[in-house]
């Protein structure tokens, strides 16, 4: 009888543990818990935002745009384009949003993140691409590069989501 107690015990403190580990985080916005899932709880690359010490902010977002900045506490330089991604949030899976147009395109400029520095506000206008975004959630995407010499250089994909209301 005494195994019975004892098994039915740790069953149970093992299944208080196993549900108190996977409740969503207290106080946060949607926006926030989404910040903070894992890449593949909404079907994301596995390497988005793994770049110890470089992150992307964002601010300022409406449905025809945004401003991004970088921050890099790190003591490599990394190179960023003109180019992004944006997607957008459909039945708990990331979909990208389609251009509006046909026959388009980014230009090529190569900006710096210096290290150890945060770089200039820039001003994203998405609406000659996507047009005006209807309200729900969003991820803007970047990818910067670490280069040794020309042809050596690893690929980083950042990104940030956000909330259209």
């Known amino acids: 009888m005494k195994k019975i107690i004892l098994i039915a015990t740790a069953l149970c403190l093992l299944l208080v543990v196993t549900v108190g580990c996977n409740a969503s985080p207290v106080g946060l916005t949607e926006a926030e818990r989404l910040a903070q899932s894992t890449p593949s709880e909404y079907n994301l690359p596995l390497d988005v935002n793994i770049l110890d010490g470089v992150s992307m902010k964002i601010q300022d977002v409406s449905p025809t745009g945004l401003v991004f900045f970088f921050e890099n506490q790190t003591d490599n330089e990394y190179i960023y384009g003109s180019d992004f991604i944006l997607y957008t949030l459909s039945n708990n899976t990331w979909e ?19 290290p150890n520095a945060t770089t200039a506000e820039t001003s994203v206008d998405w ?25 050596d250089f690893d690929r980083h994909l950042l990104a940030a989501t956000f909330l259209i209301r």
Do not use: C, D, H, M
């Open 96 to 114: 990208r949003v389609e251009p509006i147009i046909e026959n388009w395109a980014f230009t090529s400029e190569a900006y710096s993140i210096f």
């Open 127 to 151: 609406q000659w691409l996507f047009g005006e975004l209807p309200s729900g959630y969003y991820q803007f995407q970047k990818e910067i590069l670490f280069v040794r010499r020309p042809g």
